[in-house]
């Protein structure tokens, strides 16, 4: 929604018109907004140019850095050693080579669709966990008073750790690794929702008791509503997370997936493989982003257009 | 219209006392030994200097809040829990920011277990009543302030409440507009036959209202005086300000209440110093 659609809606307002000026004013608010139309295409197309531009220079200067300065087929005499640090013409053909003939452990769509598996799973079941604790807890005070300091010292612990755990439990297959997913994104949305629920304006919970809500009513109508946004802006980091139980699981063990292309890259000290690998998990994490933006956006249609246009 | 006499006793607080404990332990008292009546289709403000414990009276009537000591009586009942048939219009804006005008009226008759469909039919000649047609589908953030207190106004009435409690409504509208809604909810009363409790600090907006002004001590508030305002309805408050009877009565209630406000002013510098 424009800003204009945000300002219009005021008391009934009685409109002038003036017919002799009527249409030189149409004609300047035409010429206004088209040469505003046309600045703000002039600075979308100098950012899509600048931010091109930074990545250029970013993988030219590391291109560059491991072809100068090299003796001979001394990798560590360069000003950038890419036995160590890679070479993104050799990330590049990395990532060909996966493409072409597939990668140690299968083809290469196959390790994506196995830890994207994962990693939706892990954060689906993470997210509702966490929204179930935190409505509760942050709606039952004795509940949250027991079990507080329980949590806060579980929060506090490295659960990657927990990934080890998990193997041992679970095997090498599926389960371990959602479930170190699932450990990591509940934390985060538990937090926010419990905050939501406490934060509810008091006026408002009154406004709906007197409207005549019971308790399950006041829940669907107003605590979870505005428990909402902060939930949803838990989901941005909670996808990240999730993401990273589902590598950091398959680390200690795993048959496939895109963590374990990284450890076998680590294994045989490649570099260029282990930075392929994140360059996917990149794109990856960008793609859903962009989704649990556009999820964000649906379920907190009615919130100002200001805050949800805080993005990058 | 103005005479009242003989009606049933709408809203009866007798002896009521309340203190808030702080989480830490200590104890303030709002109100003190507060006896107040209102009878039925009585318009009653209430005035007082701010942290007099104003709202808190409004508070006990809805039966949000429990008094510590005495007794709150609705239509005779003694209020435990919410009372039924009541509407309370919030200082603050209290409609819900996620939903639309249509689905925020109709919210009370669907708490109450009325079909969507009928609920959006009554929530539309409501609307319509206080001025907002046309306006259905907004968000709460894309009306101006008057028009999110016409959409208050309109969720409060739809319950049709016998009872209706209004905490200064009406303090963050500029002058105009004010004029504007306190005309309007005149005339939706009017109809409604509800009885009225108005809070509010300022003294013109009750006497300008109400058919009957009680002024409420510096805090802990109790019933100082109480004021029968003698002004003929219908009203238009833009213009009755400028009958002698309205200056007469302002400057009467003001005498009384003007000690009070400076008590409250007096331990307010207090505090501050401290």
Redesign the interface.
């Known amino acids: 929604m424009s800003v204009r659609?945000?300002a219009s809606?005021?008391?009934?307002v009685t409109h002038v018109t003036a017919p002799a000026f009527a249409t030189d004013g149409i004609a300047d608010a035409f010429d206004y907004d088209s040469a505003r139309k046309r600045a703000r295409d002039r600075r979308r197309l100098l950012v899509i140019f600048l931010r091109v531009a930074l990545a250029v220079i970013i993988v030219s200067v590391w291109e560059a850095g491991t072809r100068i300065g090299c003796y001979g087929n001394d990798t560590a005499t360069c000003v950038i050693d890419k036995f160590f640090f890679g070479q993104p013409s050799g990330i590049w053909d990395q990532l060909v080579r996966w493409v072409q003939n597939g990668t140690a452990q299968g083809p290469l769509w196959e390790q994506i669709t196995v830890t994207l598996e994962e990693t939706i799973l892990g954060f689906a079941i993470g997210v509702v966990l966490g929204v179930i604790f935190g409505v509760a807890l942050g709606r039952n005070r004795l509940l949250s008073d027991v079990a507080g300091p329980y949590i806060k010292a579980m929060n506090a612990m490295p659960r990657v750790v927990l990934g080890s755990i998990f193997t041992i439990a679970l095997g090498l297959e599926m389960p371990s690794k959602v479930a170190l997913a699932v450990v990591l994104v509940f934390f985060v949305v538990f937090f926010n929702a419990f905050q939501g629920v406490r934060e509810v304006?008091r006026?408002?919970l009154?406004?709906?008791?007197?409207?005549?809500?019971?308790a399950g009513?006041l829940n669907r109508?107003?605590i979870l509503?505005?428990a909402?946004s902060w939930i949803t802006a838990s989901l941005h980091t909670s996808f990240g997370f999730a993401l990273v139980g589902a590598i950091v699981g398959e680390y200690p063990g795993a048959r496939k997936g895109v963590g374990l292309m990284i450890a076998t890259a680590q294994g045989t000290f490649n570099a260029n493989g282990v930075y392929a690998a994140m360059l996917i998990l990149a794109i990856l994490a960008i793609v859903a982003e962009t989704g649990v933006t556009r999820l964000e956006n649906r379920l907190?249609?009615?919130?100002?257009n200001a805050i949800t246009d805080v993005t990058i | 219209m103005t005479s009242r006499g003989g009606r049933d006793v709408a809203i009866e607080l007798a002896g009521v006392t309340k203190r808030f404990v702080s989480p830490s332990g200590a104890s303030f008292t709002a109100l003190r030994d507060l006896d107040m009546r209102v009878v039925e289709g009585e318009f009653c403000a209430v005035v007082g200097p701010s942290g007099c414990g104003k709202s808190t009276t409004l508070a006990l009537i809805s039966g949000l809040e429990p008094p510590s000591l005495g007794t709150v009586r609705v239509y005779g009942e003694l209020v435990t829990g919410v009372t039924p048939r009541v509407g309370y219009v919030f200082q603050r804006d209290a409609v819900f920011p996620w939903k639309n005008v249509i689905d925020n009226v109709a919210i009370g008759p669907r708490f109450h277990g009325l079909a969507g469909h009928d609920a959006n039919g009554l929530a539309r000649t409501w609307i319509q009543r206080v001025g907002l047609a046309g306006f259905e589908h907004y968000y709460p953030h894309q009306l101006s302030g008057g028009m999110r207190k016409r959409l208050a106004l309109a969720q409060t009435l739809i319950n049709e409440p016998r009872i209706l409690l209004m905490d200064e409504p009406f303090s963050a509208l500029d002058v105009q507009t004010r004029a504007l809604m306190e005309n309007e909810l005149l005339d939706l009363w009017g109809a409604s036959g509800a009885s009225v409790v108005f809070v509010t600090h300022d003294l013109e907006e009750a006497i300008a209202l109400a058919d009957r002004v009680v002024v409420i001590t510096a805090g802990p508030g109790t019933v100082k005086s109480t004021y029968k305002v003698d002004l003929p309805r219908p009203r238009n408050v833009a213009e009755i300000r400028f009958q002698p009877r309205f200056v007469q009565l302002y400057e009467e209630i003001w005498n009384d209440l003007k000690d009070e406000v400076l008590v409250s002013y007096e331990r307010s510098k207090q505090r501050v110093a401290s």
């Not at chain 1, 809606?9 to 009934?12: C, D, G, K, L, M």
């Not at chain 1, 009154?206 to 019971?214: D, K, M, Q, S």
């Open positions: 659609s945000n809606p005021r008391e009934p304006d006026d408002l009154a406004n709906a008791r007197i409207l005549g809500a019971n009513q109508h107003v509503p505005s909402l907190i249609r009615w919130r100002p």
